[in-house]
């Protein structure tokens, strides 16, 4: 398997890791996705909340409601350790965001760096 393999491979078991965390919002949950020190960017230009205890009380704080969303996903690119995520986020109430992630893994698979850039669709006129 090459690097390249090896770090798609973490990417996607991060993924799905992170959606169990959003689905369940359980502390534990979120705390296995980040390194103590990992930073969480909700968008790309604003300071990042740093440290996994300031992770899980931002989490808790904007969780959204189990069952209110649908997340679609796939890779789309790998750079080294760092993975580029795209998806599509659909809520119940009608709202659809497009999203963009990068993820930066430690050897351990837990994300150092994580930044979300999400943009609203607007409805066709």
């Given at each position: 398997?090459?690097?390249?393999?090896?770090?798609?491979?973490?990417?996607?078991?991060?993924?799905?890791?992170?959606?169990?965390?959003?689905?369940?919002?359980?502390?534990?949950?979120?705390?296995?996705?980040?390194?103590?020190?990992?930073?969480?960017?909700?968008?790309?230009?604003?300071?990042?909340?740093?440290?996994?205890?300031a992770?899980?009380a931002?989490?808790?704080?904007?969780?959204?409601?189990?069952?209110?969303?649908?997340?679609e996903?796939?890779?789309?690119?790998?750079?080294?350790?760092?993975?580029?995520?795209?998806?599509?986020t659909?809520?119940?109430?009608?709202?659809?965001?497009?999203?963009?992630?990068?993820?930066?893994?430690?050897?351990?698979?837990?994300?150092?760096?994580f930044?979300?850039?999400?943009?609203?669709?607007?409805?066709?006129?």
């Open positions: 398997m090459t690097d390249r393999e090896s770090t798609e491979r973490r990417i996607r078991s991060w993924v799905e890791a992170y959606v169990t965390a959003w689905t369940s919002n359980e502390p534990a949950d979120i705390r296995a996705l980040f390194t103590d020190d990992g930073e969480y960017r909700t968008e790309p230009w604003v300071s990042p909340t740093i440290g996994i205890d992770v899980i931002q989490w808790v704080e904007i969780a959204d409601a189990p069952g209110s969303w649908e997340f996903w796939d890779t789309a690119g790998i750079d080294g350790a760092r993975g580029f995520v795209e998806g599509v659909r809520y119940a109430d009608g709202r659809v965001y497009n999203n963009l992630w990068i993820i930066d893994l430690a050897a351990d698979g837990r994300a150092t760096s930044t979300e850039w999400w943009m609203k669709q607007t409805p066709e006129s």
